[in-house]
């Protein structure tokens, strides 16, 4: 067992590979192992996007410029959540939790369909979010391709994972850190949300200032697909804004709790 900012973790072994469990709330992490790599869409991916723009993918010109200019980013070691939180793990720590349809559903990840209701269980959590360009490490795995799988499109009934409760689904889609279903949920990250990566930081701490929380992912609440460019929320280089609707007032967000690594020394 070890202890990480007070919360206590237990090795485990999951799917086969090593990881730790938050024995309260079943929440499983993975260890991310420290490295660099090349955050934002590239030159080579924009011309496969391009490629792919002929007749399959619907891309807007804006989604490049969020992810833009590419920049090398060093990432220390750090754990990451097996998958987004359940909406079992979320009552773990808001016992009041139940938006949405999948308020009842033990193995489908939450569904926080309010600004207000995600600030409540991030404050109530005993982790913290990861940083975008933690996030995209994590999704890349290596890789400096589309998706950890390739270039080639998400296909929605093979790629796409919305729900938690069969390891077996889950094995199939984890990438080489173990990490599964990166860009199946909205995902928030630490980060405030900046158009373009300018003036962002060459290390793999979160920019934190007034505006809205950048997001990751979001592929499952699209589901299903009309061929409206769904399959560019699980690029590893998307990013988006999490803002309300303007007119319901309404997000759709999920939470992957990371935590630090090392731990501290007692």
């Known amino acids: 067992m070890i202890r990480i900012a007070g919360v206590e973790l237990t090795e485990a072994t999951v799917t086969g590979r090593p990881a730790w469990r938050h024995d309260p709330s079943g929440v499983v992490f993975r260890l991310v192992p420290a490295g660099s790599f090349q955050m934002g869409f590239s030159d080579r991916e924009l011309a496969t996007i ?27 070691s750090f754990l990451m959540a ?4 359940t909406a079992a793990q979320a009552r773990c720590f808001l016992p009041g939790y139940n938006e ?33 360009a933690e ?19 998400p296909d929605q009934d093979t790629d796409l994972l919305s729900s938690f409760g069969d390891e077996v689904v889950i094995r199939r889609h984890e990438n080489r850190f ?16 900046r158009p373009g990566y300018s003036h962002a930081p060459r290390d793999a701490e979160p920019y934190l ?6 997001s990751r992912g979001g592929a499952a609440d699209c589901s299903p697909w009309q061929g409206c460019g769904e399959e560019a929320l699980m690029f590893s280089g998307f990013r988006a804004a999490i803002e ?12 992957r709790p990371a935590l630090d690594w090392p731990p501290a020394s007692s």
């Open 82 to 85: 097996w998958h987004p939180l």
């Open 178 to 193: 173990g990490v599964a279903a990166m860009g199946s949920v909205l995902e928030a990250c630490a980060d405030t949300y």
């Open 209 to 214: 200032g007034q505006g809205s929380r950048v």
């Open 100 to 132: 949405g349809d999948q308020g009842e559903d033990e193995h489908a990840a939450a569904a926080l369909h309010s600004l207000e209701c995600l600030d409540q269980l991030l404050a109530a959590l005993p982790f913290r979010l990861p940083s975008e």
């Open 50 to 76: 391009e490629a792919l723009c002929d007749d399959e993918l619907e891309w807007q010109d804006d989604y490049a410029e969020r992810s833009r200019p590419v920049r090398a980013v060093s990432v220390p």
């Open 135 to 153: 996030w995209e490490y994590a999704a890349r795995a290596g890789t400096a391709t589309l998706t950890y799988r390739g270039d080639q499109l």
């Open 244 to 255: 309300p609707d303007t007119v319901i007032g309404m997000i759709n967000a999920g939470i």
